[in-house]
């Protein structure tokens, strides 16, 4: 250990430059970033709308299956190029600024790098890219999903957040649409149906009735048809409460509130650059790790590439010469 | 040339005492050493190194001012690093005429030593403008070590480093003692070998800067 602590303070600014030179690029890095905005919403469920609990888990809140489903949606081509075009995410990417993926790119781009700077692929393309990339859903609480979004215009954090939330509600009522139609159009049938049983069954009971004028309420067969009558009767009119039970629920979901879910914090315009101060912060720790990796690594080789006599008595093992004497090192330069 | 001026008026000319150009410490270092080679006894001893930049000339001028004050001797530093001269510098004398302009006969003895205020002489290199191996030759066919011999009570040389100066080994094997300064830490084993292969007599070894360089409150914990 002795050993080691000599070579470093023989070698001390040998060693310590890795230290230094490895904070100072990458806390350079850092700062070479670009100021990023983030835009940030949070969104209650109050009821299930896309998916079931999923099978074999005991229980799933609204929260977590949502966010599942808005996780999947991002990673789906179509929803993010809806997502793009609908906010102003597309048009700020087809003009040719970027949202770099990390930290490399960043400087790349920032170094004025090609590979980071000029268009990779299609205005979508890169759409899919950022927001599959970007975005972040975190479920916050049983009901509360947050989504952030950050990029380097604030416009573009919000306004792409807006999209985000506007497209996944047209999703979900698109989705809840179909289903209410589905069972309009099934109820409306089943009532077209029973109204014809009743209207047949009532004509059979005036034919009976025509046929036989003395029949009266002893006639069994008469009773019969009666009864039969009735019941299509019945059955018709619980046809039309289901028919307006589904018209009513087509009508509830086409609104907005029928998706199940609304923004309580609404995605909000960022006014100052966020995250700047924990990277710097990342980046001085990852610095100061890499360098003393580095530094220790140095002393190590200088320790082990060290081949000069250091105190008098290793003189006669090493030469077999005598030593006449040694001298303390003194602060004075020699010839 | 002109008149040259009389020694004991370069004398007081130059009143630099050869004791303020060197560390106290290498001084008290190599009073211990002197006694171990030789003493007062020592008539012409030299002070080498493998490399460069190991501590010779202040070796040199320690053991100069050791023999005066220690033993009342009277004697001459005689510089023979042609390629690198320093004590003119650091003794503030003239850089010439010198041992070069001595071996070419261009000066006498008397022209070429420079007293200082210690009743120490110095002999500086000269100019040897790009001849110094042949310079070296001459002296060793010369009888002009032996002539400073009777005029000093002993030569002390500030040799050329052994390695990396073709005429080094020549030049150390005209002295006997030769001190080879070995500077602790730096030097590798393996040049001290074959700067000591390159000798025909074993020289005696003088360690430099062997104080570790930790701080003391490390080597106190060290000690405990």
């Not at chain 2, 106290?24 to 006894?41: D, F, K």
């Amino acid at each position: 250990m002795i050993r080691y602590l000599e070579t470093f303070y023989r070698h001390r600014l040998l060693t310590v430059t890795p230290l230094i030179l490895a904070v100072g690029i990458t806390v350079g890095i850092a700062l070479a970033q670009p100021r990023m905005y983030e835009s940030s919403a949070r969104i209650w469920f109050y009821g299930a709308a896309l998916t079931g609990t999923a099978p074999g888990q005991p229980y799933t809140s609204a929260a977590e299956q949502q966010s599942g489903v808005l996780r999947e949606l991002l990673n789906s081509r179509t929803f993010c190029t809806k997502v793009g075009h609908r906010g102003p995410l597309a048009g700020y990417l087809a003009s040719g600024s970027t949202i770099p993926s990390n930290v490399v790119a960043a400087l790349g781009a920032r170094l004025g790098l090609a590979r980071f700077t000029g268009p990779s692929g299609s205005v979508d393309e890169r759409v899919y890219d950022v927001l599959s990339q970007k975005i972040e859903v975190t479920t916050i609480g049983p009901q509360v999903v947050a989504i952030r979004f950050a990029a380097p215009d604030p416009g573009v954090a919000q306004g792409t957040l807006q999209a985000l939330v506007a497209q996944f509600s047209d999703e979900i009522l698109g989705n809840l649409h179909g289903q209410a139609q589905a069972a309009v159009d099934f109820f409306n049938q089943q009532v077209k149906t029973q109204a014809a049983e009743v209207s047949a069954d009532n004509d059979k009971v005036a034919a009976y009735v025509k046929a036989h004028p003395k029949a009266g309420a002893s006639d069994a067969d008469l009773v019969s048809l009666q009864h039969t009558a009735e019941l299509a009767s019945q059955q018709y009119d619980q046809s039309l409460l289901e028919l307006d039970q589904a018209k009513s629920d087509l009508a509830a979901e086409t609104s907005a509130a029928g998706a199940g879910f609304r923004a309580i914090d609404a995605p909000n315009l960022p006014d100052r650059p966020t995250g700047f101060l924990g990277l710097v912060l990342r980046a001085l720790a990852a610095g100061i790790l890499a360098g003393l990796f580095i530094s220790g690594f140095t002393v190590l080789a200088l320790t082990a590439a060290d081949s000069s006599l250091r105190r008098p008595e290793e003189v006669r093992g090493a030469l077999g010469l005598r030593t006449v004497g040694s001298i303390p090192r003194v602060r004075q330069r020699w010839g | 040339m002109g008149v040259k001026p009389e020694p004991e008026l370069r004398i007081v000319e130059r009143p630099w005492r050869a004791s303020l150009a060197v560390h106290p410490q290498v001084v008290e270092a190599c009073s211990l050493a002197s006694l171990q080679i030789r003493g007062p006894s020592v008539k012409r001893l030299g002070v080498t190194s493998a490399i460069r930049g190991e501590g010779r000339s202040a070796v040199a001028l320690a053991m100069a001012v050791v023999q005066q004050r220690d033993f009342a001797n009277h004697p001459l530093l005689l510089e023979m690093d042609f390629d690198r001269p320093s004590l003119s510098r650091r003794l503030h004398t003239e850089a010439s005429p010198g041992l070069a302009e001595l071996i070419r006969g261009d000066v006498t003895i008397e022209e070429a030593v420079q007293p200082l205020s210690e009743g120490i002489a110095v002999i500086t290199a000269g100019a040897a403008n790009g001849a110094a191996a042949r310079l070296v030759v001459d002296v060793t066919g010369s009888s002009l070590l032996e002539q400073l011999s009777e005029r000093f009570d002993v030569v002390i040389a500030d040799l050329p480093p052994l390695l990396g100066c073709s005429f080094g080994t020549l030049a150390a094997e005209l002295f006997d003692p030769v001190v080879l300064v070995v500077r602790a830490g730096i030097t590798p084993i393996a040049q001290i070998r074959e700067a000591i292969a390159s000798l025909s007599r074993p020289p005696v070894v003088l360690l430099n800067g062997t104080q570790s360089r930790l701080p003391r409150w490390i080597r106190s914990l060290t000690h405990t």
